[in-house]
């Protein structure tokens, strides 16, 4: 079991907005899901607490240049999924209900996970941030491989459980159960607080 949840202290806590895009949460994007767009209220609630208290706000935006799956041996996205979220598109672009623009920064990303091949860790180990407030979408997809990706670096991720777009109801239990089994923690906004 993890840890009881303790109050969050803003200088060392960082807000991961996991893909929060017109591609998944705008009904004309490329891979809309209905929960995802239910899910921009409570992330936008969740990044304005944290910002009120002086805590970072790091949005991810995954983006695919067009060429990007042309030599893949096996990953290729666009095969799974259909082309989406490409590189100069409106679908990539983050959704405008949410506060972006005090955004404390933007990590473009290329998989499903926000640190493989990105400066994410190094920009939060630059500020001294140990504890991230995950939130976004999808949460068995981009938001469980970021996550489980700052466990293994040793970073206290906690997956906001009511913060969480998704395809199928099964899909974020699914997440949230594995993200509090294995190797982070999970939290709802309620019990959220700021030191």
Request: glycine share 6%; hydrophobic share 40%.
């Amino acid at each position: 079991m993890p840890p009881e949840q303790d109050a969050f202290d803003p200088d060392r806590t960082a807000v991961v907005v996991v893909d929060m895009q017109n591609g998944f949460c705008h009904p004309d994007g490329s891979l809309y899901a209905e929960p995802s767009a239910a899910a921009i209220d409570p992330v936008r609630t969740l990044v304005e607490r944290a910002a009120d208290v002086g805590a970072r706000v790091v949005y991810t935006r995954d983006v695919h240049p067009p060429e990007q799956f042309e030599d893949a041996h096996y990953y290729d996205e666009f095969d799974r999924w259909g082309e989406h979220v490409a590189e100069g598109s409106w679908d990539a672009e983050l959704v405008a209900d949410l506060p972006t623009e005090d955004a404390a920064h933007v990590v473009e990303k290329h998989t499903y996970d926000a640190f493989h091949d990105t400066e994410l860790e190094g920009w939060l180990d630059a500020r001294g941030i140990d504890d991230l407030l995950i939130c976004g979408t999808l949460a068995n997809v981009c938001v469980l491989h970021t996550a489980g990706s700052a466990g293994l670096r040793d970073y206290r991720p906690v997956v906001i459980e009511d913060a969480l777009g998704y395809i199928a109801e099964e899909h974020r239990e699914y997440a949230v159960d594995h993200a509090d089994w294995l190797f982070g923690e999970t939290a709802s906004l309620t019990d959220v607080s700021f030191t």
